[in-house]
């Protein structure tokens, strides 16, 4: 596992389940000194979780970025897991809840949506998967 | 990180005490399946109280973990979710069915005093009534 943080970034390759452990500690302590909530840190977690076992569900393995945002005065962590898979055949349907090809492992993307304030899927046959999600800091 | 399992009276108490990996859990499901016959337990309490999260997979695994134990014989409380946690489960349609969930420990061995008894010493051989 490589894990390299340039500019408090993390990236790291998920290529068994092992992998997941050490990148979920770490983006939570990320997400925590940015200054989310608990709640809203374990939502990130989980999106991060679930989008690594996708990955490792349907292509075996693939690359998980973390990388924080700024816009304006607004902070926020993006989350990038890009796949050299299979691909998925029909995204619109992958969207639906209760929707798995892969026997139920996985909740499936509308979960993963649902935890994050911003949601990308670009899936092409043969050439792999990348989902894309947003996560920003509310004001309190 | 293996998860203590403590044999309290006719109970089991496991307290996950971090984050656990996958292996982790899996480990812990298999402990305690074979612990409840070996120490012939009526009920186990799963602690959660320091986990970090609850994804697919540890809901899954647990769930596994309590359904076995009652194949067993034995009752299984799951004891310790985080707000937090219980509030993103909800959100990626994530739940327990069929388990039985308390607030915390206390809770846990209260439930689990109402819902087992001990379990009876098998007689020896040739002490009960053959007829």
Redesign the interface.
Known sequence: MSNERPHGDIRVTIAS??D??AV??SV?ALALELGFS??Q???I??AL??MA?NMLAYAGRGELVVQRLRKGDRQGLLITARDEGPGIPDVQKAML?GYSTSG?????L???R??MDDFTIVSALQKGTTVTVEKWLTHR | MEVPILKQGNYLIASIQS?????DLAQLRDALVERVGRLRSRGVIIDLTAL??????AT?TLRDTAHMIRLRGAETVIVGM????A??MV????SLPDIATALDLEEGLIYLGRKTRPREVPRARGQTGEQ
């Open positions: 389940d092992s997941l452990l979920r500690q939570r608990v709640t840190t374990v939502e977690v989980t979780s679930e076992r809840d139920g492992l996985g909740m499936g509308p979960g993963i649902r935890l | 984050a656990l990996s996958d292996s970090d999260i609850l994804d697919s997979f899954r985080q707000p937090e946690v509030f993103t959100q990626l349609g994530l």
